[in-house]
């Protein structure tokens, strides 16, 4: 098994680099400013790394953005989130994240998520553990639905179907009873979470891969569950994820809520007056057949 230990020691070094970044330059919206400052965060990493690592190819969200193809191959690849949690920057809610995973054929081999005002630095190896500033992390184990908290995120969507989807799924989850909901605005946070104990568990249809590669592996390396939100295996491109305590707490989530239809990350952007468009938005066929035998 290939040793990719270096890249990983490498990428919590940029990534920590990376989150110093703390002057901001003003301008004429909070959209503006927040955009500069995503595409900054990526070019520091992606250059540092690519002079580093030349061969290898990068999944970046302020890239996509802006046009470059979303393309996960077998040759090693950086999935890479700068800034994971715009809105609480903007806001100065204090929840903003890194996120790098690393993968090769298609396999993450690390993951990294630096929790930057918090000053939290968490990465597992493939196979190696899951570590908070170097101590070893742990799931709570939690079997209990009804003794959880469960961490979503309300997520860009605001038509109809997405809010009427995501709010139901909440309905239902506190009708269980869960002891909770919580979104803390990043994903990647959220998931991390899950890995330290602090929740039980995570789910979301319509989250990017970057937001949610390299949390995944941390939350699997610190001994939880990983799945799809039918509680199948979890594929990173398909935008929907349950990381959760036990298979006991995933499987009674995905038994719970309601599929929400999504575009993977990996399908061909939507054709908008003839030019390509980086929209990636949740669209396509509705509910799934066997929704009706999901638990109300
Ligand atoms: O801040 P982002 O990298 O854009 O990721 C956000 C996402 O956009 C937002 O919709 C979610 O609610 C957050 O949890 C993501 O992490
Ligand atoms: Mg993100
Ligand atoms: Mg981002």
Not at 53 to 59: D, E
Not at 86 to 106: G, L, Q, W
């Amino acid at each position: 098994m290939a040793d990719w230990t270096d890249c990983l020691n490498f990428g919590i070094s940029v990534a920590k680099r990376a989150g110093e970044q703390k002057e901001v330059k003003l301008k004429s919206s909070p959209a503006d400013l927040v955009t500069e400052t995503d595409q900054r965060v990526e070019k520091i990493l992606i250059s540092a790394i690519s002079t580093r690592y030349p061969q290898h190819r990068f999944i970046g969200e302020e890239s996509v953005a802006a046009g470059e193809r979303l393309q996960l191959t077998d040759s090693p690849t950086w999935i890479i989130d700068p800034i994971d949690g715009t809105v609480n920057f903007v806001h100065r809610f204090p929840f903003v994240a890194i996120s790098i995973a690393f993968a090769v054929n298609k396999q993450t081999e690390f993951g990294i998520v630096y929790s930057c005002v918090e000053d939290k630095l968490f990465h597992a190896q493939r196979g190696r553990g899951a570590f908070l500033n170097g101590e070893p992390l742990h799931v709570s184990g939690q079997e209990d639905i009804s003794r959880c908290v469960v961490v979503t995120e309300i997520g860009a969507e605001r038509d109809d179907l997405a809010l009427s989807t995501l709010t139901s799924n909440i309905f239902r989850l506190l009708k269980l009873p869960v002891h909770g909901v919580r979104a803390l605005g990043t994903a990647a946070v959220d998931m991390c979470q899950v890995a330290m104990g602090g929740a039980d568990a995570y789910y979301h249809i319509g989250m990017h891969c970057w937001d949610i590669a390299a949390s995944a592996i941390i939350v699997r390396e610190a001994g939880g569950v990983v799945t799809d939100t039918d509680g199948g295996w979890f594929d990173v491109m398909s935008r929907r994820v349950i990381a959760a305590s036990s298979s006991a707490v995933a499987n009674r989530i995905a038994q719970v809520i309601r599929p929400f239809p999504c575009r993977r990350d990996d399908e061909e952007p939507l054709q908008s007056g003839g030019q390509l468009t980086a929209d990636r938005k949740c669209a396509g066929p509705l509910m799934k057949s066997d929704d009706t035998n999901k638990t109300h």
